[in-house]
């Protein structure tokens, strides 16, 4: 079964740190890797597009890594701010390339 | 860009009542989407057309539910009649064909638009 976990399930971290979150999936064949950003009362917002030759992809602050042997990937922010607070949404194609198979969600917040 | 536009932002109704959903994708975008999300279940994708057309439907839940896109910048998801089961924030998305068809890896972004939150009483 296509499945994609995340770790943790939330997380609090102090302003200007650093940290990671972690995503593991089963989804077969794999196309792509994905990483969206989801305010509260928002929709996600695509941060990174990963593919299986792409081992890391960043965007400002925020890197994404991907290793496809162990199907495993992880989203690292830097100098962490106050508006990085959010759910952060794993996200792999499944059947068919465009249904999303979604992670259940990392609920970050940074505090002052 | 306007991105992603949905309406109503909120909608609050009685069970048994008709519940109409809109959204406008954004311009010259092939696919179009709608998602539900709930605590529980995360985000489901309900249906998702390409050039008008649906291409799946696997994910309504049941014959209460339908979607239509009658042109390339306008669709409604349908709930007929509602059930308080049904409450939760439904998104539609779109998005750029990959170039290379269906059952093509496609390396575009979905955009999302900003949900309409549906309560039934």
């Known amino acids: 079964k296509n499945q994609v976990e995340q770790s943790p399930q939330s997380l609090i971290i102090l302003e200007g740190k650093n940290c990671t979150l972690q995503?593991?999936?089963?989804?077969?064949?794999?196309?792509?890797l994905r990483w969206y950003k989801q305010d509260t009362g928002r929709g996600p917002v695509s941060l990174t597009i990963?593919?299986?030759?792409?081992n890391t992809k960043s965007n400002g602050r925020y890197t994404a890594t991907l290793d496809a042997d162990t199907k495993q990937s992880s989203l690292h922010i830097t100098a962490s701010q106050l508006s990085d607070s959010a759910s952060y949404i794993c996200v792999v194609p499944g059947a068919g390339f465009q249904k999303l198979v979604f992670g259940t969600g990392t609920r970050l917040l940074v505090s002052p | 860009d306007a991105g992603v536009i949905q309406s109503p932002r909120h909608e609050v109704t009685e069970m048994g009542q008709e519940v109409t959903l809109r959204c406008k994708p954004i311009?010259?975008?092939?696919?179009l989407f709608w998602y539900r999300q709930t605590m529980m279940r995360g985000l489901e994708l309900l249906i998702y057309?390409?050039?008008?057309?649906?291409?799946?439907d696997s994910g309504m839940p049941e014959d209460r539910f339908s979607a239509k896109m009658p042109n390339a910048s306008f669709s409604t998801l349908k709930i007929q009649p509602s059930e308080p089961r049904d409450s939760a924030v439904y998104f539609c998305a779109s998005s750029l064909a990959s170039g290379g068809g269906q059952g093509v890896p496609s390396n575009q972004p979905q955009h999302f638009g900003d949900g309409t939150r549906l309560s039934i009483l």
């Open positions: 057309f390409n050039n008008n057309v649906p291409i799946d």
């Open positions: 995503c593991n999936y089963t989804v077969s064949p794999f196309s792509n």
């Open positions: 990963m593919t299986f030759s792409e």
């Open positions: 311009s010259g975008h092939d696919y």
